[in-house]
């Protein structure tokens, strides 16, 4: 099965254009959407989840026409949105029987043994009879897919999630949604590149309502490959290099600017070519030709 998004538009009654004339094709595995906040992630996603309207374009799902089929997708659809919230006071255990109710596997002895393959395939089993209240970070959204994979989805998109956990728990999930994407297709909109890097077989970048790269993190990594050329400044020389190089980004080290800008040939001045890394693409790209923005 794919996902075929073809041309798809959006502006906002506030004169927003969140989508220009977005296209991608999306199969099985781990696709990383990659965008700074305000690129327009959450819109795609959502159009795509059929929670919102495009203006024009299409999107297909196998023989499915999302925008109009909403129901159809909905049944093969787990969406873990960017601000998930759980009832606090109610156990997992609960709350994903609750739910399985209502996406409709009502004989109770499917849905007990549902749960508890869910709940041990996140790694909540432990917890399983805790408030939700309690949970942390981690455990609040691996909870998240649990409820997402209720209905044993053929697509699954996940909306920032890792945003706000710490390095334990980011590995944890990225883990169980590397897992899944072994028989499905997964979305997973970010703006940490580590993210795509790690985990995602194809990619796009996504800046303001477009498309500014599609293909695989690797073939992206090559195409800087050999450009990148790195060095240590002071801080106060950064503002000179702004004006005089294409920085693509800065970053301290032990308290010192590090700068990388991307070229043909040595840049003057003791640079240092340096391995290509998908952070170098992303900024590239995000801050095009002319730029000179500061990357942190
Ligand atoms: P991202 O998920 O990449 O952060 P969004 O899709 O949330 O990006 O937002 C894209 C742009 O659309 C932003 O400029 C945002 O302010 C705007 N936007 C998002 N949702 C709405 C909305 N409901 N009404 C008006 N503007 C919106």
């Not at 023989?63 to 109009?68: E, G, K, Y």
């Not at 996140?122 to 309690?134: E, F, I, Q, V, Y």
């Not at 706000?164 to 590397?178: H, I, M, V, Y």
Request: proline share 3%.
């Amino acid at each position: 099965m794919q996902l075929i998004i073809q041309n798809l538009s959006k502006t906002y009654s506030n004169g927003v254009q969140a989508l220009k004339d977005v296209s991608l094709t999306i199969n099985k595995g781990m696709f990383g959407l990659l965008g700074p906040n305000g690129a327009g992630k959450s819109s795609l996603m959502r159009t795509i989840a059929t929670l919102q309207e495009a203006d024009s374009g299409s999107i297909s799902l196998g023989n499915i026409d999302v925008l109009t089929q909403k129901e159809e997708v909905r049944k093969i659809l787990g969406y873990l949105p960017q601000e998930f919230g759980v009832y606090p006071k109610i156990d997992a255990v609960t709350l994903l029987d609750h739910l399985a109710v209502l996406k409709g596997i009502s004989n109770k002895g499917e849905r007990k043994g549902l749960v508890e393959a869910l709940l041990h395939k996140t790694n909540l089993w432990n917890a399983r009879n805790k408030n939700l209240g309690g949970y942390s970070g981690g455990m609040k959204q691996r909870f998240g897919i649990a409820q997402a994979l209720i209905a044993n989805p053929k697509l699954i998109i996940v909306d920032e999630p890792t945003a706000g956990l710490d390095p334990a728990e980011r590995n944890r999930f990225l883990n169980l949604l590397s897992e899944i994407g072994e028989n499905t297709i997964v979305i997973l909109s970010t703006h940490i590149v580590e993210d795509v890097k790690e985990l995602c077989t194809d990619m796009a970048i996504i800046n303001k309502g477009q498309v500014l790269y599609k293909g695989s993190p690797l073939d992206a990594i090559a195409e800087v490959e050999g450009k990148v050329w790195t060095k240590t400044i002071e801080k106060a020389e950064l503002e000179s290099y702004r004006q005089n190089f294409r920085i693509i980004s800065e970053r301290l080290i032990g308290g010192r600017p590090v700068i990388s800008v991307l070229s043909h040939e040595q840049p003057e001045g003791g640079f240092t070519r340096t391995a290509a890394d998908l952070e170098d693409v992303y900024f590239t790209h995000i801050f095009g030709n002319t730029q000179k923005e500061v990357a942190a």
